[in-house]
């Protein structure tokens, strides 16, 4: 695992944007893992930023989320579907039928999550798998206790998780469950890159890197990834030890 630490938010978020950028240009047909949440939100300002203002180019890019709300339409304005769309897809030059997310709303949820792992995998997988946290350890929606082997598959929300996102749907109930890849499938992605900022990450990032491989600690689980990057503002590392920040 390697760990970057930038000493301020800016500077974590654009490093982030320049690892995926490079990633984009490094090859034709690019698959991409993305996430959503707050942290992302200028990920993808800065990426939009880069295509206006680089050109560069997502059009021969594929792109697979990691989850989706269970029971909201991709029109819903709560949905990832809704959130990705505004946020980047229609900012850039990417082919909106090479986008894909979890359908939510499927009759047949557990089809749905077949197909989902399916089409990663004929797809060829994923080149760079971009992650958040969530402050029980999550990564997608995987949450406190999932296996490492565990592999797209509707999730019951954490009490934590809906305490955490809540405030995003206002009056609106939030959905309790969710799709999401399963901790296999993210660590079957050829990289892995997890961006965390500000001091509520502080401690399960300190777990996630120090602390043992645990199916508690779902984010754990990227300890075993060979090209895993954890990229941290200050305030994220301010739990780590002293080892652990030379990493
Ligand atoms: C969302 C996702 C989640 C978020 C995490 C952090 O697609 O996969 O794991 O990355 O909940 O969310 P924020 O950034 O809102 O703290």
Request: proline share 5%; with cysteine; glycine share 8%.
């Amino acid at each position: 695992m390697e760990v970057v630490i930038q000493p301020s938010t800016a500077a974590a978020v654009e490093l982030v944007a320049e690892i995926i950028a490079r990633e984009v240009q490094a090859r034709p047909r690019p698959v991409l893992g993305l996430a959503t949440g707050r942290t992302m939100e200028s990920v993808y300002t800065r990426l939009v930023q880069m295509h206006r203002a680089e050109r560069l180019d997502f059009s021969g890019c594929q792109t697979f989320n990691l989850d989706e709300y269970v029971g909201l339409q991709g029109t819903d304005k709560h949905s990832y579907r809704h959130y990705m769309n505004r946020l980047f897809f229609n900012q850039v030059n990417i082919d909106l039928r090479n986008t894909h997310l979890p359908h939510g709303d499927a009759r047949e949820l557990a089809a749905e999550c077949e197909r989902y792992e399916r089409l990663i995998h004929e797809t060829g997988g994923i080149d760079l798998q971009l992650l958040g946290i969530g402050q029980s350890g999550h990564i997608g929606f995987n949450e406190p206790p999932s296996e490492a082997n565990s592999r797209t598959r509707v999730v019951t929300l954490a009490p934590e998780t809906i305490r955490q996102n809540a405030p995003l749907f206002g009056a609106d109930k939030m959905p309790s469950h969710a799709i999401t890849m399963g901790v296999g499938t993210i660590l079957a992605s050829k990289k892995c890159l997890l961006l965390a900022t500000g001091k509520s990450k502080a401690g399960i990032i300190q777990r996630t890197i120090e602390g043992p491989v645990t199916t508690n600690v779902p984010a754990s689980a990227l300890q075993s990834h060979p090209h895993c990057t954890i990229v941290l503002d200050e305030a994220a590392a301010s739990a780590l030890s002293a080892e652990a920040r030379k990493r």
